[in-house]
C-alpha cells in the first residue's frame, strides 16, 4: 500500500499534543513496517524533526493557511503521489476526496454545548473550534475509520454519532521513551537556571484554553498559599501576563503573583527534568480525551493531582489522586494531603511507574497499522 499521513504542524517549533501523538505514530511507523510505502505531508517550517527512511517519504508542502493546506494542498499531493489511503491526524480532513481516509478525532469538545467551553480561550481557540465544528460531522461521515484516543472518547463520539458506531475505534497513547526520572543533581541545577525555576516548587502545565481549569487551579493554590505557612511555589508554563492578571484580578489575589514563578515554552526534551524536579504536578482540567502529560510526569516520579473526570480516571487508573476539578477546596485539600504525607507520595510515584509502563507508542503503531491493512 501507498500510505499518505497528514503531519501539517510537525515541523513547527513550538509543538502541542497532538503534535507529539502524530509524530510518535511516525517514527514508530517507521520502526516497524518495513513493507508499505509512506508519504508524510508537512508544511514547512524550522523544526525539521523528520527524516526520509526507505520507505518513509517527508514531503513539504505549501499552503497559506490551515485550511487552505487541508482542503486543496493535502488532497491534490495524495492523488499526485497515487496514494491508496490517507491518515488525518489532528481531528480535521479534506470533505471532498477520491481516496479512503482515515482521521484521528482526539475530542469532540467543540461539538458540545457545555457553557464552560464556550467562555474565555482565544480568538485562535475560537476560529479552530469554529472549522471544526463545521468540519468534523462531515469528516466523520465521509472516513473509512475514525480513531480517538479513550474508552471515555469513543462514548462521547458514539452517542454523538450513533449512526457511525462501528467505525469509532478507540486506540490508547503511549508515553515518550525519553520521559524517565532524572537524578543527575547538574542536569537538574542546568534546567533549573535555564527555565529561573525554584529548588521546590509545584508544577503545573495549563494554558489559556477553558477545559485546562486555569482559573480554579489559582483559587486553589490561592487557598493552599493561605493555610500553609511556607507554601511551595507555583509553577506554570507558557500562559501571558495578561491572561495571568486578569484571572488574579477577578480572584481578587494580585498578591498570588509573589508565589508564582511563569515560565515560557518548555522544550518537550526538557519537560523530564521538570517533572522531576517537580514536588507535585497539577493536571485538574474539566475535560481531557486521554491526559499525556499525567502519564509523563508519572514515569518521571513525580504524584499526579488530577480530575475525577472524563478520561482522567480510566488513563492514571490507581496511580493518581483524584478530586472534583469544579470545586478549588478539593484541589487545595488534595495539594496539602499529598505534600504533608510522604507515605501516600511514595506510593502514588510507585504506582505511577507502573501505570505508566501500560502504555506504548509501538502498541499504538500496531494498532493503527492493522487498521490500515483492514481498510
Not at 150 to 159: A, G, P
Not at 282 to 289: G, H, I, N, V
Amino acid at each position: 500500500m501507498k500510505i499518505a499521513i497528514e503531519g501539517q504542524r510537525l515541523y513547527r517549533q513550538k509543538k502541542h499534543g497532538m503534535d507529539f501523538v502524530a509524530l510518535e505514530l511516525i517514527r514508530n511507523l517507521q520502526k516497524i513496517d518495513k513493507e508499505n510505502e509512506y508519504f508524510v505531508f508537512v508544511k514547512p517550517d524550522k523544526d525539521k524533526c523528520l527524516k526520509d527512511s526507505e520507505n518513509f517519504h517527508i514531503i513539504e508542502l505549501e499552503g497559506k493557511t490551515y485550511p487552505i493546506w487541508e482542503q486543496w494542498a493535502l488532497p491534490r499531493a495524495v492523488r499526485n503521489y497515487g496514494c491508496d489511503l490517507l491518515h488525518c491526524t489532528s481531528n480535521t480532513a479534506p470533505v471532498t476526496q477520491s481516496f479512503p481516509q482515515v482521521v484521528t478525532v482526539h475530542d469532540i469538545i467543540y461539538l458540545e454545548s457545555i457553557s464552560i467551553f464556550k467562555k474565555g480561550g482565544t480568538l485562535y481557540q475560537k476560529m479552530g473550534n469554529m472549522y471544526r465544528r463545521w468540519n468534523v460531522p462531515k469528516v466523520i461521515n465521509l472516513a473509512k475509520a475514525v480513531i480517538t484516543v479513550s474508552e471515555f472518547e469513543k462514548t462521547t463520539m458514539v452517542k454523538k454519532f450513533p449512526g457511525h458506531a462501528e467505525k469509532i475505534h478507540a486506540i490508547y497513547n503511549g508515553v515518550s521513551e525519553h520521559f524517565q526520572p532524572i537524578n543527575d543533581k547538574d542536569e537538574l541545577l542546568q534546567m533549573k537556571r535555564k527555565y529561573n525555576l525554584p529548588d521546590q516548587f509545584i508544577f503545573y502545565l495549563g494554558n489559556t484554553d477553558p477545559k485546562k481549569n486555569t482559573p480554579n487551579v489559582l483559587k486553589a493554590y490561592g487557598e493552599y498559599v493561605n493555610q500553609v505557612a511556607s507554601p511551595l511555589p507555583l509553577v506554570m508554563i507558557d500562559l501571558g501576563a495578561d491572561f495571568m492578571a486578569r484571572c488574579l484580578k477577578e480572584n481578587n489575589t494580585p498578591d498570588l503573583m509573589d508565589h508564582i514563578q511563569i515560565s515560557g515554552y518548555i522544550e518537550n526534551t526538557d519537560l523530564p527534568a521538570i517533572y522531576s524536579a517537580a514536588d507535585l504536578f497539577l493536571y485538574p482540567s474539566l475535560r481531557e480525551s486521554f491526559g499525556i502529560p499525567a502519564l509523563e510526569a508519572m514515569r518521571c516520579g513525580a504524584p499526579v493531582l488530577t480530575s475525577n473526570t472524563s478520561s482522567m480516571p480510566e488513563v492514571s487508573g490507581n496511580a493518581a489522586f483524584y478530586v472534583d476539578p469544579f470545586k478549588p477546596e478539593e484541589i487545595t485539600a488534595g495539594i496539602i494531603k499529598i505534600l504533608n504525607n510522604k507515605a501516600l507520595r511514595d506510593e502514588m510515584i510507585l504506582k505511577g511507574y507502573q501505570r505508566a509502563a501500560v502504555f506504548s507508542w509501538t502498541k499504538m503503531a500496531r494498532e493503527v497499522l492493522e487498521l490500515y491493512k483492514n481498510i
